[in-house]
């Protein structure tokens, strides 16, 4: 049986209509769900080391921040385990610096990440202390929950925790990995 013409070149324009609109239909479905999972809380951030596989599981978060406020010509220093919106953004107070603490799991070990930052340069670095390491025993920390909880962005090499150029190498059970953020839990 011989096929008219037409009939074949109609079927080869809603074929390519299709196989050219189909992908983008498929990518469109899942840009919303892309979107929503771009940034993540941290108490719920995988990090992955690049090179091991190694996984450091974030679990609590607390924070131990510093803002200082120059008033009547007298610098004062002020800490507070949130962010303080209040203090943020007027002229004579510059902040928060200070540290994210983040309790997490590196295999069956409990390990404490901490992210400084400083009023200064270099300004931020990383650091990791084993449950028992002097630095964290004792400590009160206050775990935030909630909204409270800062979101960061996920694949994002600005929050890896790895070795800077400037601040050097990362210490304690996280050193000599860069684990990035790459899941959210």
Request: hydrophobic share 35%; with cysteine.
């Amino acid at each position: 049986m011989i096929q008219d013409e037409t009939e074949d070149n109609h079927t080869m324009k809603i074929s390519r209509f299709i196989c050219a609109i189909i992908p983008g239909l498929i990518a469109c479905v899942g840009c919303p769900l892309a979107l929503a999972t771009t940034t993540c809380p941290l108490d719920h951030v995988v990090f992955t080391d690049r090179d091991s596989g190694r996984t450091f599981v974030a679990k609590r978060v607390a924070q131990d921040l510093i803002y200082r406020c120059n008033h009547a010509g007298t610098l004062q220093t002020y800490h507070f385990s949130r962010h303080q919106p209040r203090l943020e953004g007027i002229n004579d107070c510059r902040g928060p610096f200070g540290d994210t603490i983040v309790q997490g799991r590196l295999g069956d070990k409990t390990v404490f990440a901490i992210y400084s930052t400083e009023d200064g340069a270099p300004c931020c670095s990383w650091d990791s202390f084993a449950e028992k390491d002097k630095a964290v025993v004792g400590k009160r920390f206050v775990w935030l929950t909630g909204t409270d909880v800062p979101r960061i962005e996920l694949n994002d090499p600005w929050y890896s925790i790895s070795n800077t150029p400037v601040r050097g190498p990362v210490n304690g059970p996280l050193a000599g990995g860069e684990y990035v953020p790459g899941k959210c839990r």
